[in-house]
């Protein structure tokens, strides 16, 4: 795919010397200053023949006018090879960098580009810098967005060869937590996982109420597990709920530490994910307390990385099975979640099955296993 929007190669223009601008660096929380701030021009960045074919190569995009240098030198209108418009494309990648540096965050994601252009075309020899424009900033769920416009200029050339808007979230670096942020390097602290269940007190659920025993919603999605237990001791059961066994087999830290099982109970956890952790809120909204079933149903609050409601339920059927069940009506809750939603999936599968092992499993000294 050729991405040239017409066959005017760039004109010359009188040269002008052009003086590369240090790197603006700025904290998370004072990147909004920037907004309407002009950064750069970077540093040059040579299109030379060997990057243009290494592109190529990795794109699959092989046509002549790019990589057969003498028919593009003899028949194409451009006078010689030129650039691929993704290339210059991809090199915001590295050009943004060169002009803006936001500290404390743990990482940035690209969440798309609109209104690209390529006005003109890059000959194979050309040096092209990048300079930007803050538009906005604005706080996401999980998050800070960033929009910056981009140019990419051509040394000599009368006109930009790319204009493009580029979005960028950036997450906190942070273990001392906030509202804004459930993702963190490190593990919180007991007192931070306190002063998070403290402030959540007065939230209200994120998602419908009653989800759980009714259709799912449209937008939600919908998953039940279950699993046999290890013995049949329907008392060691209720205590594998009211120990919260699920969750620290799960290798959940709580706090309070071990939560009332009753209706308007909030709570907040960490979840270790690598070197890294998981933190959110929730809020028991029922207890289910019969002779042959208990259990409870928790909603999410706004600190969460998804949005619904989850079910913890031991049961015992007719015969004496006890069996444990997991059902959770959920959507992603925030602007990572979404992005990363097979990884969300993959997490969330793995603290099932755990919860599941939690619940099911003989007490210690039990002998009344199947």
């Known amino acids: ?24 660096k700025v904290a998370l ?8 701030t002009t950064l750069g021009p970077t540093d040059g960045v ?63 994601v690209n969440v798309g580009v609109d209104k690209v252009r390529f006005p003109s075309p890059v000959p194979v020899g050309s040096v092209v810098r990048g300079t930007a424009e803050v538009v906005s900033v604005d706080e996401v769920g999980g998050g800070t967005q960033a929009v910056v416009r981009v140019s990419v200029t051509i040394d000599g050339a009368a006109k930009p060869e790319l204009r493009g808007r580029h979005g960028q979230p950036f997450l906190p670096l ?19 996982l306190a002063k998070l269940a403290a402030s959540a007190t007065a939230d209200a659920p994120t998602a ?37 066994a699920a969750q620290r087999t799960a290798g959940l830290t709580l ?30 909204v029922e207890v289910i307390d019969e002779p042959d079933r208990f259990g409870f149903v928790y909603a999410t ?15 015992r059927d007719g015969e004496g099975t006890i069996s444990a069940a997991i059902e959770a009506v959920w959507r992603p809750g925030n602007l990572i979640t979404r992005i990363g939603l097979p990884a969300t999936r993959f997490f969330q599968r ?18 009344s296993c199947r």
């Not at 459930?182 to 593990?187: E, I, P, R, S, Y």
């Not at 071990?258 to 809020?283: E, H, K, Q």
Request: charged residues 15%.
């Open 301 to 315: 609050l706004p600190h969460h990385p998804e949005q619904g409601e989850e079910l913890f339920l031991v049961e």
């Open 208 to 244: 419908p109420a009653g989800m759980a025993h009714s259709p799912t919603p449209p937008g939600y999605r919908r998953g039940r597990w279950t699993r046999r237990a290890d013995h049949a001791d329907f008392d060691a059961a209720r205590r594998a709920i009211t120990t919260w």
């Open 46 to 108: 040579e299109i030379t023949q060997e990057r243009v074919n290494t592109f190529a190569d990795a794109t699959g995009d092989h046509q002549w006018i790019h990589v057969d240098v003498e028919r593009a030198n003899a028949e194409s209108p451009f006078g010689g090879p030129i650039a691929h418009g993704y290339l210059t494309l991809s090199l915001v990648n590295d050009l943004m960098p060169k002009m803006l540096e936001v500290t404390g965050t743990s990482m940035g």
């Open 1 to 24: 795919m050729s991405d040239t929007s017409s066959p005017t190669t760039p004109q010359p223009v009188s040269p002008q010397p052009v003086s590369p601008q240090p790197v603006s």
């Open 350 to 367: 793995r603290a099932t099955d755990r919860y599941l092992v939690g619940l099911t499993a003989a007490p210690v000294g039990n002998t």
């Open 255 to 284: 706090s309070p530490p071990t939560p009332d099982i009753a209706v308007g109970i909030t709570l907040a956890f960490a979840y270790p994910i690598g070197p890294g952790s998981v933190s959110g809120c929730c809020r028991i």
């Open 29 to 36: 929380g004072d990147l909004a200053s920037l907004v309407g």
């Open 174 to 192: 942070r273990i001392a937590l906030s509202s804004k942020s459930v993702f963190h390097f490190g593990h919180p602290s007991t007192d931070a």
